[in-house]
Structures are given as C-alpha cells and as structure tokens.
Nanobody, 119 residues
Framework: QVQLVESGGGLVQPGGSLRLSCAASGRFFSIGIMGWYRQAPGKERELVATITSGGSTNYADSVKGRFTISRDNAKNTVYLQMNSLKPEDTAVYYC?????????????WGQGTQVTVSS
C-alpha cells in the first residue's frame, strides 16, 4: 500500500508563485518516474511535467520556462515550483508516481490540490 500526499496549492495572483509537494509513503522497492498532471473544470487531465529517478525532466510546452519539477529521492518527494503563474494554470494538480516492486509495478495518484490563479 502506497500513499501520495500533496500539499502547497492555493490562491495566487497572476505573476505569482507556488510550490507543490508530493510525498510517497508505504512499502515499495523504489520509485521510478514521478510527474505532475492537472485538470481544469470541463477539460481532460493533461501532463505538466515528469522527472525520472536520475533527474531527467520533461515539460509540457505551456509551462516550459515557468515551472520546474524536482525530486528528493531520500524523502520520496517530488516538487513543482510554479513561477509566473497565469489564469490558465488554474486547475487541480495531481502527482503521479511509478512504484516499482520485484513482482509488480503500479502507478499511484495523489489526492489532488487546487491551484487558482486570479486577481
């Protein structure tokens, strides 16, 4: 059993910044790729950024240059630093982790955290 707990969401003005965190707890061998996804009302969930266990990153074009994904493997935690936020960034943000075990691998999701960018 693995739990992903997110924190850091909230209300921010355009141009502001937020830092999201997602910590994994439970029993597992290791964590592979971790990522952040978001879903705005009435829209499909979309990938925001991913990061491998070795630190290689990938970003959606809409957030390149503004968002930074990072991870602390010792803490089993992934972060998303969001700068220069825009109203179109408003969404529920979900973290995802590829949980690796010897017999079977699973993808786990966080509970979601609301990010609202508004004047």
């Amino acid at each position: 059993q693995v739990q992903l707990v997110e924190s850091g969401g909230g209300l921010v003005q355009p141009g502001g910044s937020l830092r999201l965190s997602c910590a994994a707890s439970g029993r597992f061998f290791s964590i592979g790729i971790m990522g952040w996804y978001r879903q705005a009302p009435g829209k499909e969930r979309e990938l925001v950024a991913t990061i491998t266990s070795g630190g290689s990153t990938n970003y959606a074009d809409s957030v390149k240059g503004r968002f930074t994904i990072s991870r602390d493997n010792a803490k089993n935690t992934v972060y998303l630093q969001m700068n220069s936020l825009k109203p179109e960034d408003t969404a529920v943000y979900y973290c995802n982790a590829e949980i690796l075990n010897f017999r079977v691998n699973y993808n786990y999701w966080g509970q979601g955290t609301q990010v609202t960018v508004s004047s």
